[in-house]
């Protein structure tokens, strides 16, 4: 089993950052994909930043403010977000998607991570 650990939420005026970090553990053999998603009440779960070993993805909505990275010794992945907009609030989920030590694929989720912004 793979088990992801959030933290770094909170609350936020306007204009603000908060930075969220994900830790993978388990029985990890490689890590392909890690992101993040957001869902705001109401609405349907959506990518914010995904991170492969070659690339990097942003919704438009974010581009410019958020900035996603990994930290591929510690399974880690970080999510930088800068000028926070009201319309960011929302619970964050952290995404690994990899292969175990049993060759088995995992697409594991994080138990999600209030993130609130004051007007």
């Known amino acids: 089993q793979v088990q992801l650990v959030e933290s770094g939420g909170g609350l936020v005026q306007a204009g603000g950052s908060l930075r969220l970090s994900c830790v993978a553990s388990?029985?990890?053999?490689?890590?392909?994909?890690m992101g993040w998603y957001r869902q705001a009440p109401g609405k349907q779960r959506e990518l914010v930043a995904a991170?492969?070993?070659?690339?990097?993805n942003y919704a438009d909505s974010v581009k410019g403010r958020f900035t996603i990275s990994r930290d591929n010794d510690k399974n880690a992945v970080y999510l930088q977000m800068d000028s926070l907009k009201p319309e960011d609030a929302a619970a964050y989920y952290c995404n690994v998607q990899g292969v175990d030590i049993r060759a088995r694929a995992f697409n594991t989720w994080g138990q999600g991570i209030q993130v609130t912004v004051s007007s």
């Open positions: 388990g029985r990890i053999f490689s890590i392909n994909v």
């Open positions: 991170i492969t070993k070659g690339s990097i």
